[in-house]
C-alpha cells in the first residue's frame, strides 16, 4: 500500500549508526524501492529507517508499505533486531540498548502476571537478565559488565570506548579498565575528603588560639 511519509510514526530506535544514507538514497533514485518499509497497523515504524530517511531525503511525499500485525511489544522488538542485524551487525552499545528494551519487556510481562493474580517469584528479576544474556548468546556477568561499561563511559577513553564499541577492545579488558578509573576517582575522593577534614581541624585549632589569647589578653 502507498501511503504518506509523514503519516510513518518513528518511535525511539537501537539504531544509531545508519551508514551512508545519500548513497541509498542515489540507487532508490536510480532503481526504486526495492523493499517496502514495514509499518504496523498504527503506521510505526517497525522496519526500514534507513529506506525511509532515504526517501525524505529525496523529497517523495509518499512511499509504498508493507503493514504487518504484530502480537506485542516483544515481536515489534524481533522485527526491528531481526530486520537491522542481518544487515549490519550492532554495536556492542546498540546491544546493550536492546538488553534494556528486552528487560524491560520481561519486568511489564511479570508485573501484568502480578496484576492478574500469579504470584510473582523472588527470582523473577533475575531469570530477566539470564534470559536477556541467553536471547544473545553471552553469560550473565558478561552482559552486566556491557551494560555497566556502557553506563559508565565517560570514566573510559573515547578511543577504548570506540574500540570496544565496535568490537576492536574486549569486554573484560574495556570493563577492568573502567573499574580502575573508578577505583583511582574514589581514593582521589577519600585523600580529599580527609584533607578538608585537617585543614578543617586546624582551622578550628587556630580558631581556639585566638579564642584563648583574646580571653587572656582581656583579663591583663
Not at 14 to 43: C, H, M, Q, T
Request: net charge neutral.
Amino acid at each position: 500500500m502507498i501511503i504518506g511519509v509523514d503519516k510513518i510514526i518513528v518511535k525511539e530506535r537501537i539504531r544509531k549508526d545508519f551508514g551512508d544514507i545519500a548513497e541509498l538514497a542515489a540507487d532508490i533514485r536510480d532503481n526504486g524501492l526495492i523493499s517496502p518499509i514495514v509499518v504496523n497497523k498504527d503506521y510505526v515504524l517497525l522496519a526500514g529507517e534507513r529506506r525511509l530517511r532515504a526517501v525524505k531525503q529525496l523529497g517523495w511525499p509518499q512511499v509504498e508499505v508493507r503493514m504487518m500485525d504484530t502480537r506485542d511489544a516483544e515481536h515489534e522488538l524481533n522485527i526491528e533486531i531481526s530486520e537491522n542485524d542481518v544487515r549490519k551487525a550492532f554495536s556492542k552499545s546498540e546491544r546493550v540498548d536492546y538488553m534494556y528494551r528486552l528487560m524491560r519487556i520481561e519486568k511489564e510481562k511479570a508485573a501484568e502476571r502480578q496484576r492478574a493474580g500469579v504470584p510473582m517469584k523472588s527470582s523473577e528479576g533475575g531469570e530477566a537478565k539470564d534470559k536477556t544474556a541467553e536471547a544473545f548468546g553471552i553469560g550473565r556477568q558478561t552482559m552486566e559488565r556491557e551494560m555497566s561499561i556502557v553506563e559508565h563511559k565517560d570514566l573510559l577513553d573515547p578511543k577504548d570506548f570506540a574500540d570496544w564499541d565496535e568490537g576492536k577492545l574486549s569486554t573484560n579488558k574495556a570493563y577492568q579498565q573502567m573499574k580502575a578509573r573508578m577505583k583511582q576517582l574514589e581514593e582521589e575522593n577519600e585523600k580529599l575528603h580527609d584533607d578538608n577534614k585537617i585543614l578543617a581541624r586546624r582551622s578550628t585549632s587556630r580558631s581556639e588560639e585566638r579564642r584563648v589569647g583574646t580571653e587572656c589578653r582581656s583579663r591583663w
